[in-house]
């Protein structure tokens, strides 16, 4: 609780104390995407890739972590981390196909919630239920199988809501008389 900084204590610190008050170590976008493809040669860096990537973090999640922190560590800004973002993605992107990873790629045009499969989940855990009950020498409770649930909405109906007038609002907005 009494951990946080308290209001105007950032204005009593010596002034360029943090990396990001300073000038970045690499202004231009090509220094700075050369850095990072740098760091892609170490294979340990690689495996850390696939190996998040196979834990399930989507690729623009992993892009966004890796430019913050070269942010955070002062080696170049936040306007060159926007210019490189794509190019970085696409590097990750290939080594993700080349490592044969089926892999999310995190943009917003992808649906992200199918309700298929979450429906498809829910029944597995408990076809697995009932077969730990079997196993276990116990009577398994089938009446979970034998219920038709409703198929889930997927949309909303919209509310009939009537449509008001914009009425003029401000100095300028007054009749003329």
């Not at 490592?99 to 829910?122: C, F």
Request: charged share 30%; proline share 8%; glycine share 8%.
């Amino acid at each position: 609780m009494f951990s946080s900084p308290i209001p105007g204590q950032s204005l009593t610190s010596e002034p360029k104390n943090s990396t990001w008050e300073n000038p970045p170590e690499y202004s231009s976008p090509e220094e700075a995407l050369l850095w990072h493809l740098e760091k892609f040669e170490n294979p340990k860096k690689v495996e850390a890739v696939v190996g998040l990537i196979g834990l399930g973090l989507d690729l623009v999640t992993m892009t966004e972590g890796l430019l913050r922190t070269a942010v955070a560590e002062g080696r170049h800004s936040i306007d060159v981390s926007l210019i490189i973002a794509p190019v970085i993605h696409e590097y990750i992107k290939g080594i993700a196909d080349a490592s044969g990873l089926n892999y999310i790629e995190g943009l917003d045009d992808e649906e992200e919630l199918d309700l298929n499969v979450v429906g498809l989940s829910i029944r597995e855990k408990e076809a697995s239920r009932i077969l730990k009950e079997i196993k276990e020498g116990k009577e398994p409770d089938l009446s979970v199988l034998e219920t038709e649930e409703e198929p889930m909405e997927t949309e909303q109906p919209m509310p009939d809501v009537e449509p008001q007038e914009d009425k003029p609002m401000g100095l300028m907005s007054r009749g003329i008389a």
